[in-house]
């Protein structure tokens, strides 16, 4: 039976809002794998180099690590929502700009710009859903950015694969624009983050949103401890970097680093360039080839919200990087035996499987509570953009990483194996430095270190 507290949240209001908030997830999504599928045509009509064809996959994720900076001051002063709107609109423009491209550079640009909204969102979508969760469900609420961002996958392969017969790689990106449209219009009837609110002198608007998700009893005491840990601390950035906050920001920027650098992200990047180089199939056939990994990671999503309200943050990190390094090691055994090249796909279920059930919302997840309210953004700024400059890199010598294998043993298998210590390295990490925050209020996390 459900305490009497717990039974006064509104979730089917706070699950509403944070759907809509998780624009960036259903976004970067959405991108991440329009691009794997366009690149196959783009490679073609602008006759690109194994770098150059990196740089255009790798554009928007050097874009993304410039955005979080620009976010540092748009999310604290403007507010979490506004933040959210104009990434929306800076990724109308990317869209467009990008079905319009003329050459290499001028997509590269616009990816680039995607890359910058990509970097906005992202950083302020699990701060404002942290920030408006109920404790107890704040795990679940937070994942809603991750299942957005997998709906976002999806409907991507649909959207690239109908228009992969004519190779029509512009349509893929312009039919971007419908969504972006639709998640702007949802912004506008969300409230703001109520301890944004409360942090900038606007109590009553605070206590009214808090109302609305906890009902009267509940909200007046939440309002109370934000109030009463409002000047704890002060806001500038020297707060980051002294005693038990600089210890929280170095272990989160490692755990998200590992985030970016596992190997299954580029296993979602390329998965139809994988496909295609291992002689699965080429063109539509790739893309549909890839469409069982993005429909699984989907199941997995859904799978994931009552796995982390049941379990332990650290448990759930640590078994998925585990089953992740097993699936790369499979994906060695596999490109090195003459097996049929379709079993690929078992390995790069698995891996990209343990990474959506695990890994994925988790790192945001955890990344979003560890901080106080008045450096949260600071903390995630930083956070997001040292994590978008480390997939930045990876995505970039990705194709080279692969043709230097290919050239010096005969195969890509053993990059596997590299990606496989990367994840054992990560269970381990994980095990050793980070905190368990599950159950805990935001404010209870700050006062426990």
Not at 46 to 66: N, P, Q, R, Y
Not at 221 to 235: A, R, V, W
Request: charge should be neutral; aromatic fraction near 14%.
């Amino acid at each position: 039976m459900k305490k009497r507290s717990e039974e006064k949240v509104n979730l089917k209001y706070v699950y509403g809002i944070a759907l809509i908030a998780s624009v960036g997830g259903f976004l970067y999504g959405f991108d991440v794998v329009i691009i794997s599928g366009a690149i196959l045509f783009i490679d073609t009509a602008f006759e690109l180099t194994t770098t150059m064809k990196g740089f255009v996959v790798s554009s928007a994720i050097l874009g993304a690590v410039s955005g979080p900076i620009i976010g540092l001051r748009f999310a604290d002063k403007l507010g979490r929502r506004k933040t959210m709107m104009w990434a929306a609109v800076l990724f109308m423009f990317s869209a467009l700009g990008s079905a319009f491209a003329l050459g290499f550079w001028d997509l590269c640009f616009w990816r680039f710009l995607g890359g910058v909204a990509t970097g906005l969102a992202m950083m302020t979508s699990p701060i404002y859903i942290a920030e408006l969760a109920p404790h107890e469900y704040r795990g679940a609420l937070v994942n809603i950015n991750q299942l957005s961002n997998v709906i976002g996958i999806n409907i991507a392969v649909i959207v690239s694969y109908g228009f992969s017969f004519d190779g029509d790689w512009r349509w893929m990106f312009g039919a971007e624009a419908f969504p972006i449209l639709l998640l702007l219009i949802g912004l506008f009837f969300i409230p703001e983050s109520p301890r944004w609110l409360a942090l900038n002198g606007k109590g009553q608007e605070a206590l009214k949103v808090l109302t609305s998700v906890l009902g009267p009893d509940r909200a007046g005491n939440e309002y109370k401890d934000i109030i009463e840990s409002k000047d704890q601390y002060n806001s500038t950035f020297t707060e980051l970097f002294q005693g038990g906050t600089r210890r929280i920001l170095i272990i989160a920027i490692i755990l998200m680093i590992f985030s970016q650098i596992n190997g299954v992200n580029m296993m979602l990047l390329y998965a139809p360039s994988i496909l295609s180089d291992l002689g699965i199939s080429i063109g539509s056939g790739a893309i549909l080839g890839s469409l069982p990994i993005y429909v699984f990671i989907l199941i997995c999503t859904i799978v994931a919200f009552p796995l982390i309200q049941k379990y332990n943050r650290k448990s759930l990190i640590m078994t998925a990087t585990s089953f992740m390094a097993l699936g790369h090691l499979l994906m060695f055994g596999v490109i090195n035996s003459e097996v049929d090249p379709l079993y690929t796909l078992i390995p790069m279920l698995i891996g990209t499987g343990a990474f959506t059930l695990g890994f994925a919302p988790l790192g945001w997840i955890i990344t979003s509570e560890l901080f106080h309210n008045k450096v949260r953004a600071k903390a995630l700024g930083i956070i997001c953009a040292i994590l978008y400059l480390a997939s930045f890199l990876i995505a970039q010598f990705f194709p080279a990483m692969n043709e230097w294998f290919e050239l010096r043993f005969g195969s890509t298998a053993g990059l596997y194996l590299v990606f496989m210590t990367v994840c054992i390295t990560c269970a381990l990490f994980t095990w050793k430095f980070i905190p368990e925050t599950k159950h805990l209020r935001l404010e209870e996390v700050d006062q426990s270190y």
